[in-house]
T-cell receptor, first 114, second 113 residues
Framework: NAGVTQTPKFQVLKTGQSMTLQCAQD?????MYWYRQDPGMGLRLIYY???????DKGEVPNGYNVSRLNKREFSLRLESAAPSQTSVYFC?????????????FGPGTRLTVL | GQQVMQIPQYQHVQEGEDFTTYCNSS?????IQWYKQRPGGHPVFLIQ?????EVKKQKRLTFQFGEAKKNSSLHITATQTTDVGTYFC?????????????FGAGTQVVVTP
């Protein structure tokens, strides 16, 4: 199993450009999450999807949209990138059965907005 | 809203020494998790604590959950160079199965041989 995969690994955008970050998991997990990580600030939740067909805002949703395409895939879209969105983006997933709350993280996308 | 504070932000440790990182929440937690992130890597789950006063050990790592379920600690004994990385605590205030987490800012650990 590949676990959680993310594409691309690196991306440089100009201010105002748009892009979609892709995330897929092969663990049959119901819940999926998008975080951003900035120096000294830990991980902050952007959006999450408790189950297929549902999405909800997290702590820092402004400037982002998400799509839960199917059970496996959860994408994050930046419609008009801004320098403040320069960050490392992590996707994560977890099962909602069995009592474990462990979140499994992907390798991350390092995004720079000029 | 809920806030999770973690101290210290940085920890320089001589190999073989012990150290502790602390996590404090402004609200009562239903559970707390600890993750480790190696430099350039992604967070990896270490453990989850659920019960008041719970103590769990993983080899040289000891995790505690406070009696009031508002604080937690991670103690590492006889630090090794493999312990290098950033340790995050992450708390949840709900028992919902989708388990939204509030992460602390992390303790970055540097080990000097």
């Amino acid at each position: 199993n590949a676990g959680v995969t993310q594409t691309p690994k690196f991306q440089v955008l100009k201010t105002g450009q748009s892009m979609t970050l892709q995330c897929a998991q092969d663990m049959n997990h119901n819940s999926m999450y998008w975080y951003r990580q900035d120096p000294g600030m830990g991980l902050r939740l952007i959006y999450y999807s408790a189950s297929e067909g549902t999405t909800d805002k997290g702590e820092v949703p402004n400037g982002y949209n998400v799509s839960r395409l199917n059970k496996r895939e959860f994408s994050l879209r930046l419609e008009s990138a801004a320098p403040s969105q320069t960050s490392v983006y992590f996707c994560a997933s977890k099962t909602t059965t069995g009592g474990s709350n462990e979140q499994f993280f992907g390798p991350g996308t390092r995004l720079t907005v000029l | 809203g809920q806030q999770v504070m973690q101290i210290p932000q940085y920890q320089h440790v001589q190999e073989g020494e012990d150290f502790t990182t602390y996590c404090n929440s402004s609200t009562t937690l239903s559970n707390i998790q600890w993750y480790k992130q190696r430099p350039g890597g992604h967070p990896v789950f270490l453990i989850q604590l659920v019960k008041s006063g719970e103590v769990k050990k993983q080899k040289r790592l000891t995790f505690q959950f406070g009696e009031a379920k508002k604080n937690s600690s991670l103690h590492i004994t006889a630090t090794q160079t493999t312990d290098v990385g950033t340790y995050f605590c992450a708390g949840s205030t709900t028992t919902d199965s989708w388990g939204k987490l509030q992460f602390g800012a992390g303790t970055q650990v540097v080990v000097t041989p």
